[in-house]
């Protein structure tokens, strides 16, 4: 079944590490990009970054850019999202979503908008 | 940073009847638009791209017209199943989501 796994959820305290996980499965992981899309206590979906399994190169959304990381291993076809420290605000549901790819073309070109969906993680951060 | 507004919050439908949602972008989008449902405890899922094309297994009563700055999703036919959170998405530029709107059956 072609489908995202997440990790599950996490109870961390403020300035704690945490490495939360993605696994593709039934698919080419390689193929497609993986981004991590937040969303805070009732509120809507924030885009934090993305990367390319294939050649691990990543961009971030300027509010993520310095506080998380965004890593993949294609050997396991997992992808990751970690934090040095966390912080209270950190206090969201996580999710990992793949971009959608065109193939239309002679080759695949990836597209920003995503057609497969993780369950989300859940990260708590409480001192 | 392209601001997606949606209206209205929440939207009240009685079964059978026609849901109206709107999408308007800060800055022109062309159809670079979608649309996702989310319901209660549960990730989203991709419902139209494109502004206009169904993703795989969504039913004919959904559409989504619009290209440029405004964007429409039209449930012709509300079902109870159709209640949830609908977001829509530019990926023009780098993605952000609207607000959402809540559908529930009045």
């Known amino acids: 079944e072609v489908q995202l796994v997440q990790s599950g959820a996490e109870v961390k305290k403020p300035g704690e590490s945490l490495r939360i996980s993605c696994k593709g499965t039934?698919?080419?992981?390689?193929?497609?990009?993986i981004s991590w899309v937040r969303q805070m206590p009732g509120k809507g979906l924030e885009w934090m970054g993305r990367i390319d399994p294939s050649e691990s190169n990543s961009n971030y959304s300027p509010p993520f850019e310095g506080h998380v990381t965004i890593s993949a291993d294609k050997s396991t076809s997992t992808a990751s999202l970690q934090w040095s420290r966390l912080e209270a605000s950190d206090t969201a549901i996580y999710y990992c979503v793949r971009h959608a790819r065109d193939c239309s073309g002679v080759r695949c070109d990836s597209i920003w908008y995503y057609d497969l969906w993780g369950r989300g993680t859940l990260v708590t951060v409480s001192s | 940073e392209i601001v997606m507004t949606q209206s209205p919050a929440t939207l009240s439908v009685s079964p059978g009847e026609r849901a109206t949602l709107s999408c308007r972008a800060s800055h022109s989008v062309n159809s670079n638009l979608a649309w996702y449902q989310q319901k209660p405890g549960q990730a989203p899922r991709l419902f139209i791209y494109?502004?206009?094309t169904r993703a795989t297994g969504i039913p004919a009563r959904f559409s989504g017209s619009g290209s440029g700055t405004e964007f429409t999703l039209t449930i012709s036919s509300l079902q109870s199943e159709d209640i949830g959170l609908y977001y829509c998405q530019q990926y023009y530029n780098w993605p952000t989501f609207g607000q959402g709107t809540k559908v529930e059956i009045k």
């Open positions: 039934g698919y080419s992981f390689s193929s497609y990009w």
């Open positions: 494109g502004a206009s």
